[in-house]
């Protein structure tokens, strides 16, 4: 699976059944006045570099915010991917997805909106178990981890930036 150079997966974190990364990706999020506004969110990607199926997929997360406790996220992966095929990927939003698990975030979020995350760094580790088909043993991968802090790239337009660090 070839690397966007906007990818950011830890050197040495991953194996070559499953492939962890965190990217920044432009998009939009809607104002408290109606507005849709430049948001980059941070998408968290696993990809299967096998040329075999993962079965069995569990992802493990680990969110802290700045001045905060850090909190098990994992159950926001519940259901969400068994499986990969050879060459697959899922993806998941952080903001959307993770962001809302964190208690100490979530309630900022819900009274401030976005404008709650920025400027907070939060720290995220992630990990998965996971089986190739045709395997027996679990395999599990090293934990990848990052920490994200989203700006005010452009005043005049309230444009949200995210900075991705590899921890």
Do not use: C
């Not at 920490?147 to 337009?157: E, Y």
């Amino acid at each position: 699976m070839p690397e966007s150079p906007s990818i950011h997966k830890a050197p040495g974190r991953h194996d070559t059944g499953l492939v962890i990364s965190l990217e920044p990706v432009a998009s939009q999020i809607r104002a408290s006045d109606g507005r849709d506004i430049p948001f980059t969110r941070a998408i968290l990607t696993v990809g299967n570099g096998s040329l075999r199926e993962v079965v069995d997929l569990t992802l493990h997360a680990l969110l802290g915010q700045e001045g905060g406790t850090v909190h098990d996220v994992s159950h926001a992966f519940v259901g969400a991917a068994g499986s990969i095929p050879p060459g697959g990927i899922v993806r998941w939003d952080v903001y959307d997805l993770l962001i809302p698990e964190h208690p100490g975030t979530a309630s900022k979020v819900h009274m401030f909106g976005y404008r709650a995350a920025l400027n907070w760094r939060f720290e995220l580790t992630v990990r998965a178990e996971y089986r190739l088909s045709g395997s027996t043993g679990p395999v599990q991968t090293a934990q990848a981890s990052w920490a994200l802090r989203w700006s005010i790239t452009d005043p005049s337009t309230g444009a949200v930036g995210l900075t991705i660090d590899v921890t």
